[in-house]
């Protein structure tokens, strides 16, 4: 009989549980349940990814025992300065946990230091035994599902970290092949949006791949900086492609093939250079190297075009350059990664220098939430007489508060079901069926079957939470130990202790600000209109590097907050509002990001060029037109007006066309360098790409029904 | 008014203002799905904050007029 892969995962993890209860209890440990939280938290899909989150675990629990012996050591004779570093600290790891790396590590960090701290309490004795047997009791736990995993079913991640990577450069060829046909020939971007989409799951996966792989595929282990390298440059590559998709999708495209001859044998080549790249990942050796292709015009053909479309030429063909350049170094990391040759590319250009550190402020909010969280319960604990739990209180608010800080929006009440139904099956098995047994052969069959029920119950990843609580509630109300005692005292507080901190976290949610998912998106469109506002009129000042750094990032991340927040915008609660209208709203600010990104690019080539006097003012007006826009805009998100703004752009356009016909008369082409010439039309092409962009912003916002977004309601 | 006691269900005694709390969550809940379907809320301020009063003001009526916590 074949047992499926859903339930082979589930005897493994029930093993690997039931065996790091008997070990623990053999060897008469203290607190065996530490050793179940960790087998239930760490047990994933493949070895690698389970060994990851073990190794974060672990360096979590060590981070955090140190961290509780200093705040023990240093405030344990002053409850207001303990609880204030201690918030501090899990303040801190909230902040961290909500960046892109490390998540795990830094919750342990927080939560397993409110374990210790809270356990141990004042008596710096207890709390280096707590810590102590924290950190062994997690150890066994790694070890044991570590054995468990990698010698029962091994499912490492390699063939499917390969299979990630062909698919990913597939991917990435036919988009960018959509992209060229979409350029030369225009038509729908349905099909390029699609692979686009594609593109960006499969990169996720290969990055979540590549971490588990490290940890269980050796010749990736020893090649992972190659690695690392071509998952920024696959990345820099998807973001060159979505940025040029972006511009190409609407309007009626120039004649590409002719205004660029050699269009056809360079697209041709970066076609073939792809398929040798996915060809080399498959083994195969490429036919030939990747050499650089230079993309030539036709001067008398392009002298024909308005100066507008010779802004947009010169746009296009400098992301095409960029394509290739991209595409070269992609394929000498490949060839140097499949051993076909040692690679001979360029040294990697020095990286721009970034400020070290830009704060994320919807990161210092959840930072700011978790410490109110922290301070209700702990309030509650000081001055109401019997609060169930005590001090555990704060142990078991410490984690949950963590987990939701960053997501406000999401009720608490997700979690009703899932907690119910965890007590549920713990409160029967240690009212019902642990006091009957008396030997590890019952328990561990009865560890055994609750762990395998609920893993395999619980198998989806969407359906984590339920896994995660019903784990979590076996372990905590069971409390297994060598000298089991039963009091229904246990189940009942436990019981009471959850609407208790899921009343105090409805609390905290509207800290610091609503956490009504439409008054969310609201404030995060005002952010990213200040951004922009700022972004342009800050250009070229050194001054503001670190400013202008901040809201550059704000640019990027602000339109992926606001998709994620959509699903959780409740169309019945605002009538005249549909999820297609908002992810319109969505498409057209990451559009406008792109253009800003392409703005700043642009003006980078052009910081030394001095634009002809006569020139000056319409490009003034352009730029006053556009920050008045984004002004109003930053100050109230919904009052876009498309048509007024359009009128208005499409004046100081005409004007400014006739400008630059009249300087190119004049002989003013002379007087500007060929270089500084494709400069300007590439500045002039990123300034008519940001107002387009601004134009459908404020189209987007129109259809929508904004009165019932400001009314006040119950959440 | 109704004296204050316990409640026992299967043997399990439970105290009265528990009761009270569970009823006047309820109560609360109920009043908000009622107000919110009207669109009345429009008219509060800070909603969370009324959701709050009322859950305390259900408790103590039930408490104090029902229960006799």
Known sequence: MAISRKAKEAIKTALAMT??????????????????????????????????????????????????????????????????????????????????????????????????????????????????????????????????????????????????????????QQLYQACLDLMLRGGDSKNAKALQIQLIQQKTRFGQLLDAAEADTLKVWELRRQWRALQSQVGAMAASTARWLDEIGGGTPLDYGHLLPGLKPFGNEIDLRLSMVAGMLKGQMPKQQATAIKLSLDKDKVRALTSFQKAELAVRRSQLQQVDDLSRTLFATVRDLQGFGRTSARPPAPAASKPSFIPDLDRLASAVRVMATLWLAFLAIVYVQGWPGGLGFLSMTTPIGMALAGTPQVSVRILLAPVAVGISIAAVAYIFIMPQLSSFAGLGLLIFAITFFVCYRYSEPKQGLGRAFGLAMFVAIASISNEQSYSFLVVANTA??????????????????????????????????????????????????????????????????????????????????????????????????????????????????????????????????????????????????????????????????????????????????????????????????????LITCAGSTTPVDWAPWREEHFT | MPTPHEFAIAGVYMPPMLVAGLFGVIATALSVRLISHYRWSKYFAFPPAVFLALMVIYTVFFGTFIIGA
Not at chain 1, 60 to 87: C, E, K, N
Not at chain 1, 129 to 156: C, K
């Open chain 1, 19 to 172: 065996l790091g209860y008997g070990i623990s209890l053999w060897l008469g440990w203290d607190k065996p349940m530490w050793v179940g939280f960790t087998v239930a938290f760490v047990s994933l899909a493949t070895v690698g990814q389970s060994l990851n989150k073990a190794a974060l675990r672990m360096m979590g629990t060590l981070v955090a025992v140190v961290v509780a012996f200093v705040i023990i050591g240093l405030f344990a004779q002053d409850r207001w300065l303990f609880i204030l570093f201690f918030s501090l600290w899990i303040a801190l790891c909230t902040y961290m946990m909500e960046g892109a790396k490390n998540q795990y590590f830094w919750h342990v960090a927080g939560f397993a230091c409110g374990i210790i701290c809270m356990d141990g309490g004042a008596n710096s004795e207890n709390a280096f035994g707590i810590a102590m047997l924290r950190a062994q009791q997690t150890g066994l736990g790694i070890l044991v599902y570590g054995l468990v995993s990698a010698l029962l079913w091994p499912n490492d991640s390699g063939k499917a970290f390969a299979a990630s990577v062909s698919g990913l450069v597939s991917t990435q």
């Open chain 1, 496 to 693: 009471l202790m959850f609407p208790l901190v899921f009343l105090i976290l409805a609390i905290t949610a509207h800290i610091p600000f609503s956490p009504r998912p439409e008054r969310i998106f609201l404030r995060l469109m005002g952010r990213f209109f200040r951004s922009c506002d700022y972004l342009l009129s800050s250009r070229n000042k050194e001054s503001t590097r670190w400013m202008a750094a901040f809201h550059a990032r704000e640019l990027a991340s602000l339109p992926q907050k606001m998709a994620g927040l959509i699903p959780q915008i409740n169309p019945k609660v605002l009538p005249g509002t549909s999820p297609a209208q908002l992810q319109a709203i969505v498409a057209s600010l990451q559009s406008l990001a792109d253009r800003m990104q392409g703005l700043a690019e642009a003006s980078r080539y052009t910081q030394s060029m001095r634009l002809p006097k006569e020139l000056r003012p319409g490009v003034s007006d352009w730029q006053i037109a556009v920050q008045k826009t984004l002004s109003n805009l930053s100050g109230d998100p919904t009052s876009g007006n498309k048509d007024a703004f359009q009128s208005r752009l499409s004046g100081i356009m005409a004007v400014l066309e006739r400008s630059i016909q009249l300087e190119l008369d004049k002989g003013g082409a002379g007087r500007i360098s060929a270089q500084d010439g494709e400069n300007f039309y590439r500045l002039l092409g990123a300034w008519r790409g940001v107002s387009e962009a």
